[in-house]
């Protein structure tokens, strides 16, 4: 199974704070889509929302080093 989220990361207080969103993007080499991995997809599955909600944000803020607004699935 693959699931793969759009992330809006958030720039405020970087070097990329400055910048329109899409140069932030392009100079941080942040990716704008996120295949989760398979063992967080199988942790999350019997979860509720909030709680995925939750544990992909940690995820993609830990993995990437950078808090973020929002994500979503596509």
């Not at 720039?11 to 392009?26: C, G, I, P």
């Not at 993995?63 to 929002?70: C, Q, S």
């Amino acid at each position: 199974k693959r699931m793969t989220v759009e992330v809006e990361w958030d720039f405020e207080d970087t070097d990329f704070e400055d910048m329109s969103y899409r140069q932030a993007l392009k100079e941080s080499r942040l990716p704008k889509k996120v295949n989760l991995p398979s063992n967080l997809i199988r942790h999350i599955e019997s979860l509720d929302e909030d709680e995925q909600s939750e544990i992909i944000s940690d995820f993609l803020s830990d993995e990437y080093g950078f808090t973020l607004y929002d994500w979503k699935f596509v």
